[in-house]
């Protein structure tokens, strides 16, 4: 095996993962089916990043891996490279919003919130 498809493999156990967790999909299918999961195993699965992505990384892991020991191997590092990137990237996806708050001294004073 190599690194090409070490790198290939993780990049497919981050992006299955990903879909399964956090995106809508297309036609919001993977929210459709998240919510129907309901409770139970199948939903605390879809909803836990790090969970997932081993039970991905195992058939990954069958397909890129060369003998039993590296595919044995192979299964947790793929989903260890898979849950390092989720990281590298979680800060970058969010939106910086900014934070408003009302001046609570304006009030106390009688004001009438117009500016002046």
């Not at 939903?43 to 991905?56: N, Q, R, T």
């Not at 003998?67 to 939106?95: C, D, N, Q």
Request: with cysteine.
């Amino acid at each position: 095996m190599s690194l090409a498809w070490l790198l290939v493999g993780v990049l497919c156990v981050w992006r299955l993962t990903h879909l399964l967790v956090v995106e809508h999909g297309p036609w919001r299918v993977m929210a459709r089916l998240r919510a129907r999961l309901g409770g139970g195993f199948w939903a605390g699965l879809f909803d836990c990043f790090y969970c997932l992505s081993l039970w991905i990384a195992a058939p990954v892991a069958w397909l890129v891996g060369d003998g039993a020991l590296a595919r044995l191997l192979l299964w947790p590092a793929l989903s260890g490279g898979a849950i390092l990137l989720e990281r590298a990237m979680a800060g970058r996806t969010e939106s910086g919003t900014a934070i408003y708050a009302e001046d609570a001294g304006a009030e106390r004073e009688g004001s009438d919130g117009v500016l002046r």
